[in-house]
């Protein structure tokens, strides 16, 4: 057994390590559950972000539906680009995140105004990135089309399904599936949510929407995340596909001694020195949760930090982890750098390989200016260091040629990812109408020569 004062060493020292304002830490070993919090309750909500995915994929297995039938024969709208993809995905498929998708998280960030029924149908308006079956990639729109198509088998909203079939096992104290259904629950503490992007300290609180349903819209506090996980413990997941290390959320597992790493019901099951553990991470808002348990061992563990705070929940669980195993030696100082510093190098890698087509002969040649749209408002161009940057609802991104119509919109420091777009000296559409697929017009007002 972890006593108590142990945990809450690793969690000081952890807080103290990162700089983070609030950190909780819930820990549960042969049944009984230690709940630690600096700056926080063990009930103070953090937005999950990706750790939605696992509630409704338990739900769905839970629940007896039909895994291996496509989802077009009972929801239509369901679409990919590949239309031979697109006939045959099921969700199985959405499970292992397996239809070549990647995130592209850009075309559903910047739109909040769309609801999880319009993500469900943006998919089919996205590149995949590999063949169908051929890799798994985390994709959070293809969980807000399993979100509708579950509803389209059940009839039940997707959170009351989830809900009766997952949520009530734990039971849950302070898990909430929405923003909407957050602010009506009077009194419940909720973290300060901040991030750090080019250079400021801005507030995310008001970031989160519910687009994404079971995709990551959903809240919830670490002593509930704790029994989460340790129920899923003893259930087992269904099934899990192998991934490459840099496919574990942009993070080199390497870095904690990892060997190998599979992917399935949105856990990751990961070799830690030795140790096979079960594990998922979300991030939003700003903050970042890290949640899971160890196979071989009684041992199951939630993180949630409420400042840019991946590598540190990251370090506490993995932290956490070694010393159930028995592994007292540990550096925890050493863990934490490391983390750090793998995670750190691991979006300069990401950022570089988005960047690479960045250079001076083949970046457009514009001036700075404006261009308007009626029903989104202005886009304004501005050149910074001989680099073109677009402001998009007041989000920085930097363009770049890929051909003569299509750039990327990249905001790697934030988000990642791309948005279907195209651009010339006097007009830009980008795709910002999931359901009629139109790209969506801005017209030059003003030019600076």
């Known amino acids: 057994m972890i006593g108590t004062e142990k945990i809450k060493s690793i969690a000081e020292k952890a807080a103290e390590h990162f700089g983070v304002p609030s950190l909780s830490v819930s820990v549960i070993q042969n049944g009984e559950q230690t709940d630690v919090g600096i700056g926080c309750g063990k009930t103070t909500v953090f937005p999950i972000g990706e750790l939605s995915k696992t509630f409704i994929s338990y739900a769905v297995r839970a629940a007896g539906i039909d895994l291996d039938s496509p989802v077009s024969d009972r929801s239509p709208w369901f679409g990919l680009k590949d239309l031979e993809a697109s006939g045959s995905a099921t969700i199985r498929d959405i499970l292992l995140q397996r239809t070549g998708l990647q995130e592209h998280k850009l075309s559903w960030f910047i739109q909040p105004q769309l609801s999880y029924a319009d993500a469900a149908e943006l998919v089919r308006y996205l590149d995949p990135a590999s063949g169908f079956r051929e890799r798994s990639f985390r994709q959070d729109m293809l969980f807000a089309s399993l979100s509708r198509a579950a509803e389209d088998i059940t009839g039940k909203r997707w959170n009351e399904f989830v809900r009766s079939e997952a949520l009530d096992q734990i039971p849950a104290e302070a898990t909430f599936f929405t923003q909407s259904e957050l602010s009506e629950a009077s009194g419940q503490d909720v973290a300060g949510l901040w991030y750090s992007a080019y250079g400021r300290l801005i507030n995310g609180t008001g970031w989160m929407t519910d687009l994404l349903a079971g995709g990551g819209s959903m809240f919830s506090c670490t002593s509930d995340l704790a029994r989460w996980a340790e129920y899923n413990r003893t259930a087992g997941l269904l099934q899990t596909?192998?991934?490459?290390?840099?496919?574990?959320?942009?993070?080199?597992?390497?870095?904690?001694?990892?060997?190998?790493?599979?992917?399935?019901?949105?856990?990751?099951?990961?070799?830690?020195?030795?140790?096979?553990?079960?594990?998922?991470?979300?991030?939003?808002?700003?903050?970042?949760?890290?949640?899971?348990?160890?196979?071989?061992?009684?041992f199951a563990f939630a993180a949630a930090v409420s400042l840019d705070g991946s590598p540190c929940a990251q370090s506490v669980g993995f932290s956490l982890c070694d010393l159930a195993a028995g592994r007292e030696e540990a550096d925890w100082n050493c863990t934490f750098r490391d983390v750090r510093e793998a995670v750190n190098d691991a979006k300069r890698k990401n950022n570089s390989m988005m960047l690479r087509a960045c250079t001076?002969?083949?970046?457009?040649?514009?001036?700075?200016?404006?261009?308007?749209?009626?029903?989104?408002?202005?886009?304004?161009?501005?050149?910074?260091?001989?680099?073109?940057?677009?402001?998009?609802?007041?989000?920085?991104?930097?363009?770049?040629?890929?051909?003569?119509?299509?750039?990327?919109?990249?905001?790697?420091?934030?988000?990642?990812?791309?948005?279907?777009?195209?651009?010339?000296?006097?007009?830009?559409?980008?795709?910002?109408?999931?359901?009629?697929?139109?790209?969506?017009?801005?017209?030059?007002?003003?030019?600076?020569?």
């Open 360 to 449: 001076d002969d083949l970046f457009y040649r514009w001036s700075a200016g404006a261009f308007f749209n009626r029903g989104y408002g202005e886009l304004r161009f501005k050149e910074v260091y001989g680099r073109l940057f677009l402001e998009l609802f007041g989000v920085p991104m930097r363009i770049y040629h890929t051909s003569d119509e299509i750039c990327i919109l990249d905001a790697t420091e934030v988000l990642g990812r791309t948005i279907p777009c195209r651009v010339d000296a006097e007009e830009i559409g980008i795709l910002l109408e999931p359901r009629s697929g139109k790209m969506t017009e801005f017209e030059r007002i003003e030019r600076v020569d």
């Open 241 to 298: 596909v192998p991934i490459r290390d840099e496919d574990f959320f942009d993070f080199p597992l390497s870095a904690v001694g990892t060997g190998s790493a599979e992917a399935g019901d949105g856990w990751y099951r990961l070799d830690l020195r030795g140790s096979r553990i079960v594990c998922g991470i979300g991030e939003s808002g700003g903050s970042a949760v890290f949640a899971g348990w160890m196979e071989d061992l009684p």
